[in-house]
Nanobody, 123 residues
């Protein structure tokens, strides 16, 4: 099992940027698919970005394509989500998650989760 801790959230104005980090402990990240999810009040948890073990494949939710970038540093056991051109619709609790396989981006495919971090975008 891997333990995940998110950081970097907060309050930002529309059009601004934030960089989320996810630090892992307990086991290597090297063979894991990593994902960033978000959940707004009253909405389902959705995968906004995912990256395969090598960083060679990525997935993005359509609404964040061109604005968000996921990356990973396996040596540092850290996954990042760079979020640019933020809008109030991006306001949510953001979660880091890990999965053993690539290609399925529903929440049920990810077995390890961080505690979540709030991102609030003001208009």
């Amino acid at each position: 099992q891997v333990q995940l801790v998110e950081s970097g959230g907060g309050l930002v104005q529309a059009g601004g940027s934030l960089r989320l980090s996810c630090a892992a402990s307990g086991r290597t990240l090297s063979w894991l698919t990593m994902g960033w999810f978000r959940q707004a009040p009253g909405k389902d948890r959705e995968c906004v970005a995912a990256i395969n073990w090598s960083g060679g494949s990525t997935y993005y939710l359509d609404s964040v394509k061109g604005r968000f970038t996921i990356s990973r540093d396996n040596a540092k056991r850290t996954v990042y989500l760079q979020m640019n051109s933020l809008t109030p619709d991006d306001t949510a609790v953001y979660y880091c998650a890990a999965a053993n396989s690539w290609g399925v981006f529903g929440a049920r495919a990810f077995g390890s989760w961080g505690q979540g971090i709030q991102v609030t975008v003001s208009s």
